[in-house]
């Protein structure tokens, strides 16, 4: 008899257990609930995948009903490590999107104008034709920055960028630079990694910078750990403006005005410093204090001592009652929570990854005063403590890997942003009305920058235009607003109808999920016949991964472009690869440990990763970059002056994801020689040297900017306010949640949050609307009085405001019909609702029962472009000013000049100095870089 | 322990709107004046109970009320002629009637009435409350053959009793009932079964003295018609002021009393439930002082629609404190 695997999610209670044992997956029966009292069973097949909702990750099980291979109901997954079998809402909804009335089942080509709704069924063989021969002919033209893949949703680690190189395309863009492109830089300054990993479940305090415990990257799986932290003792100290559940959790919460973050981490770094409340030894291994001092004190003696006095004095200025000024908040307040940091004992778990840093001009800051505390600590790399992501996560490689491309696309990675960690792709459509290039075949997947980028009409004027976006080809499971200005719009399979894999950091160790097709799983395991996952999914929709081998073979039939051979089957030769083959060589070559685990239960690596959805690969991952170099990784290195070890690159080399290329670890004074950190010194870097080599040399240390909404810029008596329209609701997630009934019926309106004194002294009560404007325009939205934010701020969520042109082009659980008219010239727009969300007819009863009518409002519209001229984030907060609507004013109305976008975009453009680094070096290597060239790609010219 | 008011709901819910009923009770809920708590997302829970308990509460305290007095004036040795031997028990039977058929009707599932009877649940007044109002419905019936019939009165002597017990449990049961509705502390007053008594006999005798003009009652007859009518209509009042302006038992029942008193049922209440039982109480009175039945029959008349009233104000108000 087998025994039952012991699963990380599985619990039990005298004789209940949470989860069917896994022995019974191929065959559990339940009884049908909506046959009650008789007893009808119905027997399921239980198939693990991966949800698709937000990027966490979670595993999810799905109930495959054996009779007719629909999917009952999705639960979570308790083989997985980081989930545990627990989800948020959203997770469960999976249902819902599966089985939308309104989903998209069938390829769609464009037969009128641009957004005129009209549209006509192709087939896949047509769509994937005509894509393929522009491509192919943009290829064997030289114009390879003319195909670009814009992805919202990011996939498998290193799937596209794989099929991207085999093309030779650097056209890999994602929506990074509207999210968490502040932190990222923040933290490779310090780390050469570009997102935190904190170990919430054994750290003493708990510090964060978001509404974490409640939404966020990862949501669920580091809110259950977060809550195992406090119950263990830790205490949670959490910034945010505004009263959010993660707050309301808190032992200490701090509602400072925003953009003053930095100053407070700085002020509590200060008081570290001045009391010494620091892990000296770790500073003195790990910092690369002999730098701060050569390049800011060279006079001074060189010693770390002098570096510790150094330091403190050039910090004093940062005093508790200089960022309770600029926070707005009691002094108390901050010396509590720099008492509360203080005493954390090398166990301080933090995270930011949008908020503040995505919200203001030098959010990057935050991150990288955050970094600082975290040093200052002794905080960084151990138990309890707060690690870079490198070391908790795994990505895995497929097989037949091609070689990297030597191209540098400027519409992605424009010179006047070296430092931007990620690609500037909220600028894209000034980019080409700029005339900096053309596209000729543009990817858009499970992205929406109409709706969720700055400045959506601007991305409307481009996306019409037929001579800035040849074809406009949407790959996406459900209607957006961007996909109704499309080409061709690709119905693409939801979380239970695609294979890929997925690895995040929740926690100190790594594991590799697997998101698979569960119905063609089941009909695998019924010896059921299919060609592909179409033959799985319901109307035609399909998987990415089969569309772009498909697509592959089809822009290289003959395989004279080079392309064909990178997508033949490991196992057959000559064959095309299926998604079979390529995940089998994954599981049998590429993650260490799984091929043992699963011929310790009798089985193949695929089947599994296909039983379990998940496989652990490390647990209790820390302190890596004290991990002694082996001899193999010491052969052939050289040291250089800094203590970097070395192996010998050329320009064809090619940086590996985290650090420069060559470098392998570092020597330390005691000689001792480990892997240290992806930096250029492999050092912590408290001074960034990058920053001083691309010409920003003021910002090499962290540092307090003010932000464009600092209190001093907020005059609140003439009626101005901060907004912060970024924060997110639990139950829904950007775009796509639009058609899950249940999220919708939770969640379904859309209020402004004001204070009430705010409210007093504009004179509006709840539910009276009001005219929001901005730089660029306004919009009219409805007032809710809360005391749950700060005086001088006001919030308007992320996630509603949806909308669709056309009937049968949007989600009608979520959205409303809106026309768009032209007030004042062309260069003007007005959205106005025609009628809110209301019940319809559909093959689901429960669309008759809406009872919800609010679309909310689409305040992104209007918001020009805001890239910071550091690491080009976009800084989402709005100063604005708030008045009682006017009689012309209808609720949900967007109006926007798009001409004063246009001018916004210089004002910020004009911040930036262009600059190039060491060797006319575009960008630094040791950041990272999807798609990464060949160290020659790097240089403008080659030196040779 | 958790405590739903707390929290009131705002005007608004954090991502959705709040159901009308409850955005409207939550008006009448204190906020902490420190945190200023709001309670952000909830389902609605319409009140179960409504017009139709309203109304059973009134025609059984008119039928049982009326029964009540008739037994009474048996066992006293009082003469009520046509109106005590015909009248009050067809009262008693028609309230009964009409209550039972309210009390099915309301049943989520009234198909399974029986069940009630067939599948007993005997720690329930739902159960008891059946029993009692068969044990009435059987005895007024026999109270109202005999009438029709012209029996001897000692079919009377063997009746009086049981009648007057079971008029006294048809119109007080309810409190048993009522009380056993845990949570709705506004309906856990140990008090409630003696007033639903002394309110049957408010509008039993309201009904009785209209049905007495020109039945030539004698003074001892309608005096204590007068009396009844006044005595029950001024005890109602007397115990509504103590319900609803005394000290409260618990929390809950204190915040619905002051919706009663203060909140969205001020106006109906004080008008209605209150004023215009004190009116009648005053008429009554005046008619009782003058021996007349006309006066009385407008107090008569005035004592149902304030008893309708009052029960409107007091099953809702009962339910509208929210529980979670
Ligand atoms: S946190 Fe929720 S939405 Fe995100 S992956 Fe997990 S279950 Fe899905």
Same mark, same amino acid.
């Given at each position: 008899m087998s025994v039952e695997p012991d699963l990380p999610g599985a619990r039990r209670h005298e004789h209940l257990r949470n989860f069917p044992p896994v022995s019974s997956w191929d065959n559990h029966v339940e009884y049908d609930a909506k046959a009650h009292p008789r007893k009808v069973p119905h027997s399921y097949m239980l198939i693990p995948t991966t949800c698709f909702n937000c990027e966490s990750a979670c595993g999810l099980l799905a109930y495959v009903d054996k009779d007719d291979l629909s999917v009952k109901k999705l639960e979570g997954n308790p083989a997985h490590p980081g989930s545990r079998g627990r989800n948020c809402a959203k997770g469960p909804a999976t249902v819902n999107q599966l089985n939308d009335p309104e989903r998209i089942l069938y390829p769609l080509r464009r037969t009128g104008e641009r957004g005129a709704g009209q549209w006509e069924r192709v087939s896949w063989d047509d769509a994937l034709n005509d894509i393929a021969s522009r491509i192919s002919t943009a290829i064997t033209d030289g114009r390879h920055e003319d195909v670009m893949y814009h992805v919202g949703r990011p996939g498998e680690d290193g799937f596209t960028e794989r099929v991207l190189n085999t093309w030779g395309v650097d056209g890999h863009n994602t929506h990074t630079n509207i999210c968490s492109a502040g932190t990222r830089l923040g933290m490779s300054l310090w780390t050469g990694f570009d997102r935190p990993s904190a170990d919430h479940a054994n750290a003493k305090v708990i510090l964060l910078l978001s509404s974490h415990l409640e939404t966020g990257h990862y949501f669920n799986p580091h809110a259950q750990r977060i809550m195992e932290g406090k119950q263990s003792g830790a205490k949670l100290v959490v910034l945010d403006p505004r009263m959010s559940n993660t707050a309301a959790h808190a032992d200490a919460w701090l509602a400072p005005w925003p953009g003053s973050e930095a100053a407070i981490l700085l002020a509590v770094a200060s008081y570290l410093l001045r009391t010494r409340r620091i892990d000296e030894a770790f500073l003195r291994r790990w910092l690369n204090w002999q730098t701060y001092l050569a390049e800011l004190h060279p006079d001074a003696a060189q010693d770390f001592d002098t570096f510790l006095d150094r330091i403190t004095a050039d910090y004093a200025e940062f005093t508790f009652d200089f960022a309770a000024e600029e926070a707005q908040v009691p002094v108390e307040r901050i010396a509590e929570i720099a008492e509360i940091v203080a005493d954390c004992d090398g166990r301080l778990s933090a995270h930011i990854w949008r908020a503040a840093a995505a919200g203001n001009l030098g959010g990057w800051q935050v991150a990288r005063a955050l970094w600082f505390v975290l040093a200052l600590t002794g905080s960084i790399g151990g138990r309890g403590g707060t690690s870079p992501n490198g070391w908790h996560k795994f990505i895995p490689q497929g097989p037949n890997m091609p070689g990297h491309h030597e191209h540098w696309n400027e519409l992605i990675w424009p010179r006047e942003y070296p430092l931007a960690t990620n690609e500037l792709s909220f600028l894209l459509p000034h980019f080409l009305r700029e005339g900096r290039g053309t596209l000729d075949v543009y990817f858009s997947r499970v992205y929406n920058p109409i709706w969720t980028n700055p400045d959506g009409f601007t991305w409307i004027e481009t996306l019409t235009d037929p001579d800035k976006i040849g074809l406009h080809?949407? @790959?996406?499971?459900?209607? $957006?607003? !961007?996909?109704?200005?499309?080409?061709?719009?690709?119905?693409?399979?939801? $979380?239970?109808?695609?294979?890929? !894999?997925?690895?995040?950091?929740?926690?100190?160790?790594?594991?590799?999920?697997?998101?698979?097709?569960?119905?063609?799983?089941?009909?695998?395991?019924?010896?059921?016949?299919?060609?592909?996952?179409?033959?799985?999914?319901?109307?035609?929709?399909?998987?990415?991964?089969?569309?772009?081998?498909? @697509? $592959?073979?089809r822009i290289d039939p003959d395989g004279a472009l080079g392309i064909t051979k990178y997508f033949e089957s490991p196992y057959r030769s000559g064959e095309k690869m299926t998604t079979d083959d390529y995940y089998r060589w994954v599981f049998e070559h590429s993650v260490p440990g799984l091929p043992e685990k699963a011929a310790a239960q009798g089985m193949t690596p695929l089947e599994y990763m296909r039983r379990y959805g998940v496989v652990e690969v490390d647990t209790d991952?820390?302190?890596? %970059?004290?991990?002694? @170099?082996?001899?193999?990784?010491?052969?052939?290195?050289d040291v250089d002056e800094q203590g970097v070890v070395r192996k010998p690159v050329t320009l064809d080399s090619v940086a590996p994801v985290f650090g420069e290329a060559g470098a392998v670890g570092v020597r330390h004074d005691d000689g001792d020689v480990t892997f240290g950190w992806p930096t250029p010194s492999r050092k912590l870097e408290v001074f960034a040297t990058a920053m001083r080599d691309w010409g920003q040399g003021e910002h090499a240390t962290p540092g307090y900017i003010r932000s464009h909404v600092a209190r001093r810029e907020i005059d609140v008596d003439a009626g101005e306010l901060v907004l912060v329209p970024t924060f997110r609701l639990p139950t829904l997630i950007h775009t796509r949640s639009g058609n899950a009934k249940y999220l919708n019926e939770i969640s379904n309106?859309?209020?402004?949050?004001?204070?009430? !004194?705010?409210?007093?002294?504009h004179g509006v009560r709840t539910d009276d609307l009001v005219r929001i404007s901005t730089e660029i325009g306004y919009f009219v939205a409805r007032v809710w009085v809360t005391e749950g934010i700060r005086p001088g701020v006001c919030a308007l969520s992320h996630h509603m405001g949806r909308w669709r042109l056309h009937p049968g082009e949007g989600s009608r659980w979520v959205s409303g019909m809106v026309e768009l008219s032209h007030l004042d010239g062309?260069? !003007?727009?007005? @959205?106005?609702?025609?009628?809110?969300?209301?019940?319809?007819?559909?093959?689901?009863?429960?669309? $008759?029962?809406? %009872?919800?009518?609010?679309?909310?409002?689409?305040?992104?519209?209007?918001?020009?472009?805001h890239p910071d001229p550091h690491s080009g984030m976009h800084c989402w907060l709005q100063k604005v000013s708030m008045e009682p609507a006017r009689p012309e004013d209808r609720y949900g109305d967007v109006y926007v000049d798009t001409r004063r976008s246009a001018e916004v975009y210089r004002e910020w453009l004009a911040k930036t100095t262009p600059a190039l680094g060491p060797d006319g070096q575009r960008r630094p290597e040791f950041m990272m870089r999807p798609l990464a060239p060949t160290r020659r790609g790097y240089r403008t010219e080659s030196p040779e | 322990m958790l405590d739903p008011t707390a929290a009131p709901v705002g005007d608004s819910y954090l991502w959705a709107r709040p159901d009308e009923h409850r955005r409207e009770v939550s008006r009448d809920l204190p906020t902490d004046p420190v945190t200023q708590a709001r309670t952000t997302l909830n389902t609605a829970h319409p009140r179960p109970w409504g017009w139709r308990v309203t109304t059973y509460l009134w025609t059984k305290a008119v039928g049982a009320g009326a029964m009540l007095l008739a037994a009474l004036a048996h066992l006293a040795g009082i003469d009520l002629a046509v109106v005590g031997d015909v009248v009050a028990p067809a009262l008693g039977v028609a309230g009964i009637g009409i209550t039972g058929a309210l009390l099915v009707w309301d049943l989520k599932r009234p198909e399974r009435f029986l069940y009630i009877l067939l599948k007993p649940n005997p720690r329930s007044w739902m159960f008891w409350g059946a029993i009692v109002l068969a044990a009435g419905a059987a005895l007024f019936t026999a109270w109202l053959a005999a009438g029709i019939l012209g029996a001897p009165d000692t079919v009377y002597d063997w009746l009086a009793v049981p009648a007057l017990v079971a008029a006294a449990m048809t119109?007080?049961?309810?409190?048993?009932?009522?009380?056993?509705?845990?949570?709705?502390?506004?309906?856990?007053?140990?008090?409630l079964f003696w007033h639903l008594i002394v309110q049957a006999v408010m509008v039993g005798a309201g009904a009785m003295a209209l049905a007495g003009i020109g039945a030539g009652l004698d003074a001892e007859a309608t005096a204590l018609l007068l009396a009844a009518l006044t005595l029950g209509t001024l005890g109602h009042v007397v115990m509504v002021l103590? =319900?609803?302006?005394?000290?409260?038992?618990?929390?809950?029942?204190?915040?619905?009393?002051?919706?009663?008193?203060?909140?969205?049922?001020?106006?109906?209440?004080?008008?209605?439930?209150?004023?215009? +039982?004190?009116? +009648? +109480?005053?008429?009554?009175?005046?008619?009782? #002082? +003058?021996?007349?039945?006309?006066?009385?029959? /407008?107090?008569? *008349? *005035? /004592?149902? #629609?304030?008893? *309708?009233?009052? =029960?409107?104000?007091? /099953?809702?108000?009962?339910q509208d404190v929210p529980l979670s």
């Open positions: 080809v949407a @790959l996406t499971p459900t209607w $957006s607003e !961007t996909a109704e200005f499309a080409d061709y719009v690709l119905p693409m399979g939801h $979380s239970s109808e695609r294979h890929d !894999t997925h690895s995040y950091e929740t926690h100190a160790g790594r594991w590799l999920g697997f998101r698979q097709p569960v119905r063609r799983v089941a009909m695998d395991k019924l010896g059921q016949d299919y060609t592909d996952t179409r033959d799985a999914n319901p109307g035609e929709v399909w998987e990415e991964n089969e569309f772009w081998f498909e @697509l $592959s073979w991952v820390y302190r890596v %970059d004290e991990r002694p @170099l082996t001899d193999d990784e010491q052969a052939d290195t309106t859309h209020p402004v949050w004001l204070n009430s !004194t705010d409210a007093k002294r062309e260069h !003007t727009w007005l @959205l106005r609702h025609k009628g809110g969300v209301a019940p319809f007819d559909s093959s689901d009863p429960d669309s $008759s029962r809406i %009872d919800w009518s609010d679309p909310g409002v689409h305040q992104n519209l209007a918001f020009a472009v | 119109a007080g049961y309810t409190g048993f009932l009522f009380g056993q509705a845990e949570g709705r502390d506004l309906w856990q007053s140990p008090l103590f =319900e609803f302006l005394g000290r409260h038992t618990s929390k809950q029942a204190a915040t619905a009393a002051h919706m009663v008193t203060h909140g969205r049922y001020a106006r109906l209440f004080w008008t209605g439930g209150v004023g215009l +039982a004190a009116l +009648a +109480a005053a008429v009554a009175g005046t008619a009782w #002082a +003058a021996g007349t039945l006309l006066v009385a029959a /407008v107090a008569g *008349l *005035l /004592v149902q #629609a304030a008893l *309708l009233i009052y =029960e409107s104000v007091f /099953v809702r108000a009962g």
